[in-house]
Nanobody, 120 residues
């Protein structure tokens, strides 16, 4: 059974920083793209940042320069460093991994989500 477990959310003041982490566990053959999504109340889930197994990255325009995604392939982790946080960054942040297991073809898996609240 594959699990993605996030950590690092919380309450931070505008202009502050947070670091989110996500670790994949279970019987995993390969992990391809890993990504962070977020969903604010009343809004659709949106892509924040993604990183391929080779280290190529992609960011939403709203977070470019402020957020940095990274991964450790050996530890099966992906992190999101968030700086200069704004109230509009408030959302539940979800980890996503496109991966392959011994018993299934490539597919997307989700973490349970971690709340990030930016407020004074």
């Amino acid at each position: 059974q594959v699990q993605l477990v996030e950590s690092g959310g919380g309450l931070v003041q505008p202009g502050g920083s947070l670091r989110l982490s996500c670790t994949a566990s279970g019987n995993i053959l390969s992990i391809y793209t890993m990504a962070w999504y977020r969903q604010a109340p009343g809004k659709q889930r949106e892509l924040v940042a993604a990183i391929t197994s080779g280290g190529n990255t992609n960011y939403a325009d709203s977070v470019k320069v402020r957020f940095t995604i990274s991964r450790d392939n050996a530890k099966k982790t992906v992190s999101l460093e968030m700086n200069s946080l704004k109230p509009e960054d408030t959302a539940v942040y979800y980890c996503n991994a496109n991966l392959q297991t011994p018993w299934s073809s490539r597919g997307g898996y989700w973490g349970q989500g971690t709340q990030v609240t930016v407020s004074s």
